[in-house]
């Protein structure tokens, strides 16, 4: 297991890279470049995040947001331009020693929030929270402007202005569209992108639709191990894998987590994880908690437990910090929270391991 930690560029995180460096165990990032969707990613300022990572001494072997047009998506004529540079951009990353590009095929919308900066009554500090009540009397244009309102200034993975101002266009144009619809433009997508990414030793791993469940009757078609098992099958390969986020599959209730990591796992087919844990309120309804099990619902020893039996090379980060001691950032990213839950999901680790080894 490579313990990462995504960080958006020093123009846009305020976390210096060296305090990420100083978190025990932290060997890389899950990094970006702030790149619209559907854009050729330009070389030089990859490597210039590269150069800037490895002097800091992380690696950077796991990148993410090499966001999927909605020309794609959506199956339109003009989305071959589009998978055209994301080819050349899989074949740049490659060359400067990308192992993993982590992606989703979300319709429009990337992870949705009803509240940015919920207060945990018991402790004061506060997270992410979704209740679809809320969503119900707010509708799509509404949740964007509140989302960007409670962002602080920060642009969200996902939320991008520019993407955002077509957003009532683009509404319409997924009118009427399947699941089935959206999984055969997946496929031509799949079908183009993989036999690269096979060539130059890619993996492309597939991020689940975060809440689990369809919202704004939009087609969502990566939420279930169903759903994935599916995926896998439009493109069989080594190539084609699961971005396996335990936080996104998890707030539905009815995934069992750690049996979906050693499904996959098993089948050599997770290329990344994102690892955190969800508190359930009710019926389509959670918040997110600290990393430790007894916070929240899900059983992080068995989480780690299942990877250490079946993906244990795996790249994973913690995910979706609370703000804690009065950090300022971006919600979801602060440092405290997360460094706290890689320590805590190394320490599991360790645990896991030297309990196998004696045990052997
Ligand atoms: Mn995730």
Partial sequence: MKMTFRWYGSQSDPIP???????????????????????????DAFVSLKNEVNAAGLALEVIESVNVHEDIKMGLASRDEYIENYISTIRMLAKHGVKVIVYNFMPVFDWLRTDLARI????????????EKDLGEM???????????????????????????????????????????????????LDAVIPVCEECGVRMACHPDDP???????????????D????????????????LCTGSLGSDPKNDIPAI???FGQM?????????????????????????????????????????DTCPDTYIRPDHGRMIWDEAGRPGYG???????????????????????ANA
């Avoid at 025990?24 to 070389?43: I, R, V």
């Avoid at 440092?335 to 080894?357: C, F, H």
């Fill in 17 to 43: 890279l060296k305090y990420v460096r100083q978190i025990p165990g932290m060997t890389g990032l899950m990094g970006l470049l702030d790149m619209p969707a559907g854009a050729d990613w330009p070389e």
């Fill in 120 to 131: 945990i009554p018991e402790d004061g500090s506060n997270s992410l929270y979704f209740d």
């Fill in 139 to 189: 509708g799509p244009l509404e949740i964007v402007r509140k989302t960007a309102e409670d962002s602080k200034g920060f642009t969200l993975p996902g939320w991008e202005p520019e993407r955002l101002k077509l957003l009532e266009t683009t509404l319409k144009q997924y009118e009427g569209m399947t699941a089935d619809d959206l999984r055969a433009h997946y496929k031509y997508f």
């Fill in 212 to 226: 689990a469940w369809p919202i704004f009757n939009l087609p969502r078609i990566a939420h279930s191990q169903d």
């Fill in 228 to 243: 994935f098992d599916k995926i896998i099958r439009l493109h069989d390969s080594r190539a084609n894998t699961v971005c």
């Fill in 261 to 263: 990591i050693r499904h």
């Fill in 268 to 308: 050599d087919r997770i290329g990344a994880m994102h690892v955190r844990n969800v508190k359930y309120l009710g019926y389509h309804h959670f918040r997110e908690a600290s990393h430790l099990s007894s916070d929240g619902d899900l059983d992080m020893y068995a989480i780690m437990k299942a990877i250490y």
């Fill in 335 to 357: 440092l405290y929270d997360r460094a706290l839950g890689a320590a805590y999901l190394n320490g599991l680790w360790e645990a896991i391991d030297k309990g196998e080894k």
